[in-house]
Structures are given as C-alpha cells and as structure tokens.
C-alpha cells in the first residue's frame, strides 16, 4: 500500500520560513516525479513545485525565487523549502507522486497516481 507522509506545516509570520517534507513508501518509485500541490479554502488545489526524476524542477510563478523543491531518491523524499512567506501562501499543502510531471505542471490533479494526506501551513500577517 502506497502511502505518502508530509511534515513540517505550521504557524508562520509573514517574511518567515516553512520546509515541508514528504516520505513516500509501499512500491519502488523509480522514474516517479514528486511535487506540491496546495489548495485554500473556497479555491482550486493548485500547483505549486514538481521535480523530476532526474532532479528539473518547475515552479507555480507566484512562488519563484521564495520556494525551492528538492528530493533524495534513496529515500524516497521531497523537500519544499519556503521563505519569504506571504499570508496569500497560506493552505494545506498536499505531496503528490506521479509518473509524469507534466500531470503536476499542467494540473492534471485527476491524473496524479498518489496524493498526501495535507499538512496545514498558516502564514500570518
């Protein structure tokens, strides 16, 4: 059974830092790209970071130059570093696994093979 674990959400001051992690076990996930997502009340879940196998990265524009996604492929790991945050950040971030990247870059979120479970990041103005 697949299963993917987020940490690290939380109650921030705008202009602070968050770094999200997520642990992905239950099959081997060679070849899978890894990403977040996040969703606020009343709107849309929406792109936010996806990294490629190989280690490309893509970002949502309203996160560029404050957010850096990275991961650890023996691990099974992602990692969303975020800094300078603004209240607009605020939402449950979900991790997300999936074969393609194009699925997360293009918001294909019915086609995303495996999601987290969300972890609240509240940032404060």
């Known amino acids: 059974q697949v299963q993917l674990v987020e940490s690290g959400g939380g109650l921030v001051q705008a202009g602070g830092s968050l770094r999200l992690s997520c642990t992905a076990s239950?099959?081997?996930?060679?070849?899978?790209?890894m990403g977040w997502f996040r969703q606020a009340p009343g709107k849309e879940r929406e792109f936010v970071a996806a990294?490629?196998?190989?280690?490309?990265?893509y970002y949502a524009d309203s996160v560029k130059g404050r957010f850096a996604i990275s991961r650890d492929n023996a691990k099974n790991t992602v990692n969303l570093q975020m800094n300078s945050l603004k209240p607009e950040d605020t939402a449950v971030y979900y991790c997300?696994?999936?074969?393609?990247?194009?699925?997360?870059?293009?918001?294909?979120?019915?086609?995303?093979?495996?999601w987290g479970q969300g972890t609240q990041v509240t940032v404060s103005s």
């Open positions: 990294i490629s196998w190989p280690g490309s990265t």
């Open positions: 997300a696994v999936d074969r393609t990247v194009g699925h997360m870059t293009t918001m294909r979120t019915t086609a995303i093979d495996y």
């Open positions: 239950g099959r081997t996930f060679y070849g899978y790209a």
